[in-house]
């Protein structure tokens, strides 16, 4: 009688599982925060988003920026819900005047999609867009300079 091989090629083997590589050993969860950053961050590179979250967020964010330690929330205005293997987004932006905001929003979508599919493994299931408001050419600034310099 002969010995049978498995798929391994090694007699004896039959019925046993290839050895697990060490990459796959364990299980990496990533955080709804960490999702929101690469968002945000991804977001505002695109041409035409002046800013991220809505008018109270905003104000909200120039106010924490102002005290020490507070830095700037690369997350506001982003909101995800991660599961296992997908995630979807909910964003809110404010674009600059005269910008074609269905261009911002598919552009947005684009470099958000491929920036988190990138850096998590996860699959975006949706990204929905909210225009909160649009820049004027003649509006001040949100976040007056300080002070004290």
């Not at 649009?134 to 509006?139: G, M, Q, S």
Request: proline share 6%.
């Amino acid at each position: 009688m002969s010995e049978t091989t498995s798929q391994t090629g090694r007699p004896g083997d039959r019925g046993k599982q290839p050895p697990v590589p060490p990459g796959d050993r364990g299980r990496t969860t990533i955080a709804d925060g960490v999702v929101e950053k690469i968002a945000g961050l991804a977001a505002r590179e695109v041409m035409g988003v002046h800013a991220m979250g809505s008018g109270l967020s905003r104000t909200f964010g120039a106010m924490r920026e102002r005290v020490p330690g507070g830095g700037k929330s690369v997350a506001r205005g982003v909101k995800a819900e991660v599961g296992e293997v997908q995630t979807a987004l909910d964003l809110e932006i404010v674009v600059e005047y005269g910008v074609s905001i269905v261009e911002v929003a598919r552009a947005v979508r684009e470099n958000v999609i491929a920036a988190v599919e990138r850096m998590t493994g996860l699959q975006v299931v949706e990204v929905n867009i909210a225009v909160t408001d649009v820049k004027l050419p003649d509006e001040e600034e949100e976040e007056p300079e300080p002070r004290i310099q």
